[in-house]
Nanobody, 122 residues
């Protein structure tokens, strides 16, 4: 299974941008789907978006559509989450995970990283 490590979190003012990275420690496979999820204190893990590792096909939550972009660098075994026009409600710990199916449910993903904190202030 793929081992994942998130990085790139930090504190930013509303309207700012931040890029998160999800680095895989080993090789990936063609039908792997990488997902970004986020979790605020006391809340359930929430879907952000997914990307097909091989195809580059993407899917986004309505709450981030038009603001966030997911892309990958296969040579670096890394998936990125570019976050623009950030809002205070985007504040959460952001996680990446892997799946073999297109899904918006965190229950269908595994190999979670430890997460990276994103804080957006007004």
């Amino acid at each position: 299974q793929v081992q994942l490590v998130e990085s790139g979190g930090g504190s930013v003012q509303a309207g700012g941008s931040l890029r998160l990275s999800c680095a895989a420690s080993g090789r990936t496979w063609s039908n792997l789907i990488m997902g970004w999820f986020r979790q605020a204190p006391g809340k359930e893990r929430e879907f952000v978006g997914t990307i097909g590792w091989s195809s580059g096909r993407t899917n986004y939550a309505d709450s981030v559509k038009g603001r966030f972009v997911i892309y990958r660098d296969n040579a670096k075994n890394t998936v990125y989450l570019q976050m623009n026009s950030l809002k205070p409600e985007d504040t959460a710990v952001y996680y990446c995970g892997g799946s073999t199916d297109w899904s918006t449910s965190p229950a269908n993903f595994g190999s979670w990283g430890r997460g990276t904190q994103v804080t957006v202030s007004s």
